[in-house]
């Protein structure tokens, strides 16, 4: 480890000498600031170079005056909002310095100019932000009452009409959308609102009644099983329910199926005799807008059977050997040998057929078929000697003594043997379904919530 440290203290030592040499180049054919910008960079490879160091105060110290010159020029043209920029930019080029831990001299009277300037200018600004406001140009107007707030926090009232001229043009249009019934705008512009100021008008208690005006209920009835795997239905049902209930759109409520047996045994109703007709009226009594039934389709597992193959390679050994002088050592070599490669792959196809109803038409608002094709496979190696001796061949029959080729063997000798079982692969293919039931879900909503 001292070893490694030195290393990187000598790369690191290297590197910053490297950047001071260019950085005197360039200074001396007048390049300050890209000088003074590798200076630092020598700064940030080594901190305590002195070379950098004095450089950095040098060329920085006159990059930094040729700001505050931008900033004296922009006042001597009256043109203040250049004059905050070029002060902005010397201000940030000196934290810049200092964050490699040189200080450059800041002239304290720039300073009081500065403020006397941005306060003058603030002023300025707010009589024509104002303006803006009073002729309902509200976007101009927030524009003007965010810099005034990001120039001098707390100026009179800036940051409440900044507040007001964002929210204002939002409640309008969100207002338009609910007398519309477009709930899922309205909530969205209502969002934005109550972000930005909670206490704005009456936009908390709007945002609410547009989630509440727009929730779509839908209520899921018992899948329906047309394949020979038992309890596929349920297991699908069971985790189509809880990616909905995960569903990230605000407007998407499930009744869930504990709420449907409640409702069913007060009724004197078994899921398995609903007819399509009990079927609306049970989602009509559970205030569902539709209900979501299906029948699993196809589930069908086939796995391969395990094939074998056996492939020569060199088991590496050594001999020992004297040399002219008497002393002994090892040479390498190799023998021919033989190991095995088996696979075996596994395969699940399912498939779901779903039918979305609405509660007040009975019509059927979507019916669509979604499947997963899964696949597992195995690959490994069998070798009955010593692995860590084992190297595969070439094409031309010869060792392949690289270490790739042999690191490739022994991972391969240390892959997973046992492929997944059926009902693991049941259990990936229904948790896929369940999300692409949910994605045909959402995108119902999209278009129905607008």
């Not at 110290?61 to 905050?84: G, K, M, T, Y």
């Not at 070029?86 to 300073?111: G, I, M, N, W």
Request: with cysteine.
């Amino acid at each position: 480890m001292l070893g490694l440290g030195l290393t990187m203290s000598i790369s690191s030592c290297n590197g910053a000498k490297a950047y001071v040499k260019k950085a005197k180049k360039m200074e001396a054919v007048g390049m300050m600031e890209q000088a003074a910008a590798h200076y630092m960079t020598a700064l940030r490879k080594k901190p305590e170079n002195l070379d950098a160091i004095t450089g950095l105060k040098r060329t920085g110290q006159i990059v930094l005056l040729q700001h505050l010159a931008d900033f004296d020029e922009a006042l001597i043209r009256n043109d203040r909002e250049s004059a905050i920029n070029a002060f902005q930019k010397a201000e940030k080029y000196f934290d810049q310095v200092k964050s490699v831990r040189v200080t450059l001299e800041f002239p304290a009277s720039k300073r009081a100019m500065f403020e006397s300037v941005k306060n003058a200018h603030v002023q300025e600004i707010y009589v024509i932000g104002a303006d803006h406001l009073k002729n309902l140009r509200y976007d101009e107007a927030l524009e003007v009452f965010e810099n005034i707030e990001e120039l001098v926090p707390g100026f009179k009232d800036a940051k409440e009409l900044g507040d007001y001229c964002y929210c204002k043009p939002r409640y309008e249009e969100a207002t338009g959308h609910m007398e519309h019934g477009m709930f899922r705008s309205a909530h969205k512009l209502y969002s934005e609102i109550v972000a930005r100021d909670a206490s704005y008008e009456d936009a908390q208690s709007r945002l609410q009644e547009s989630l509440n005006k727009g929730k779509y209920t839908v209520a899921l009835m018992k899948f329906n099983n047309g394949t020979t795997t038992a309890n596929v239905n349920n297991k699908l049902s069971a985790y189509v329910e809880q990616s909905l209930m995960d569903s990230s759109d605000p407007f998407l409520t499930i009744v869930d199926r504990e709420s449907l047996e409640l409702i069913l045994q007060e009724q004197h109703l078994e899921m398995s005799g609903l007819t399509a007709g009990s079927e609306l009226e049970i989602g009509s009594l559970l205030g569902a807008k539709a209900i979501l039934k299906g029948t699993v389709m196809d589930c069908s597992y086939s796995r391969s059977s395990l094939h074998q193959e056996n492939q020569s390679g060199f088991e590496k050994y050594r001999v020992e050997k004297i040399n002219s002088e008497g002393k002994k050592y090892y040479e390498t070599k190799y023998k021919p040998t033989s190991y095995r490669i088996y696979n075996q792959s596994g395969t699940l196809k399912m498939s779901f057929n779903l039918k979305m109803i609405s509660m007040e038409t009975g019509a059927i608002i979507k019916s669509e078929t979604v499947q997963v094709n899964l696949s597992d496979q195995i690959n490994y190696a069998y070798y009955g000697g010593n692995k860590n001796n084992l190297y595969p061949t070439r094409m031309n029959g010869t060792v392949d003594s690289s270490v790739s080729g042999h690191n490739g063997l022994i991972q391969l000798i240390g892959a997973r043997r046992d492929l997944k079982s059926e009902n693991t692969m049941v259990d990936d293919a229904t948790k896929n379904l369940a999300l692409k039931v949910q994605s045909v879900v959402e995108s119902i909503l999209l278009q129905t919530v607008k």
